[in-house]
C-alpha cells in the first residue's frame, strides 16, 4: 500500500486482515476517513500511545461491549452492554487521548475504548486529524451480529459525515 492510495477516494477502511506492516504509517497523514480494525495500527496512525497492551491491545474471547456514550452517533443508537459476536472473539482496543470521542469500552475493562474517534481537527497522539478517524472493536465481521453491523454502518456514516442508515 502507499498514500497515493487514497487520493480521490472517500474513505480508507484497514481491516484486521491486512497485514500491519504493510500498511504500517502510510494513511496516517491522508485528508481522507479512516476507519481502523486493526490494533496494531493504532500507534501507528496516532490514534493512541506506543505501548502494547497499555496504550492499545486485544482481548480474547469477548462477545460483548458496553456503550459508555449513547448519544454519539457511532452509538447507532445502542446503549448498555451490547451483544456484538455470536462466538468468543479477539477484541480490540484502544485508550485514545482527551480530543477522542469514546462510544464504547470492552465489557469489565472501563480503560480499554473498543469505539473511539477522532474529528478532523482533534489532537491525537503527537498531532492533528488530518480527518476522521475512527477505532473500532472487531474486525472479524463473519460472527458479527445485528449490532454490530449497526454499529459498523455508524462509523462509516461518521467518517463520512453522512447520516446514519
Known sequence: TAASEATGKNRVIISDSVTSTSVNTKFRDVAVPVVNWEPSLLD???????????????????????????????????SGTVATTNSGQIYFWGAPGSSAVKVAALVGYPSRTSIFAYDTGAAMVGMTAPARRVGFFNGYATAFTADSWALFDAAIAWSLSCPVP
Open 44 to 78: 501507528d496512525m496516532q490514534m493512541t500511545g506506543t505501548t502494547w497492551m497499555t496504550d492499545y491491545g486485544d482481548l480474547s474471547s469477548q462477545t460483548q461491549i458496553v456503550i459508555t456514550n449513547s448519544t454519539h452517533p457511532l452509538a447507532a443508537g445502542l
